[in-house]
């Protein structure tokens, strides 16, 4: 079992930056990805980031690229989500997943995931 856990969510003022992250304990040898998803209120889950975890191979879709960097510390296990730009629209809460194969970008394809952390962004 691999756990999760998020940190760093809060209110910011649109424009703003906020770094999320996620602290992986337990069988994290076995992590093979990691990634962030969001799901904002009356919508479904979706991908934000993803990062292989040796190669750190990154992979985001169109409508966070070049606002959001993914990174990782692998002697610390941990997960970040650098969020700068921030727009109304990204109000969510996020949450960190883990996959033990693969690098996956879909909900479905999640092994592992945290709790969440609230993101709010005011305009």
């Known amino acids: 079992q691999v ?11 649109a424009g703003g930056s906020l770094r999320l992250s996620c602290a992986a304990s337990g069988r994290t040898f ?7 998803f ?9 991908f ?10 990154t992979y985001y879709p169109d409508s966070v ?3 959001f960097t993914i990174s990782k510390d692998n002697a610390k296990n ?5 969020m700068d730009s921030l727009k109304p629209e990204d109000t969510a809460v996020y949450y ?3 996959t033990v194969r693969g690098v996956v ?10 709790k969440g952390t609230l993101v709010t962004v005011s305009s």
């Open 3 to 13: 756990q999760l856990l998020e940190s760093g969510g809060g209110v910011v003022q």
């Open 30 to 36: 076995s992590i093979y990805g990691m990634g962030w």
């Open 38 to 46: 969001r799901q904002a209120p009356g919508k479904e889950r979706e």
């Open 48 to 57: 934000v980031a993803a990062i292989s975890w040796r190669r750190g191979d």
């Open 65 to 67: 690229k070049g606002r």
């Open 78 to 82: 941990t997960l970040y989500l650098q």
């Open 96 to 98: 960190c997943g883990a």
């Open 105 to 114: 970008t879909t909900p479905g394809g999640v092994h592992y995931w945290g």
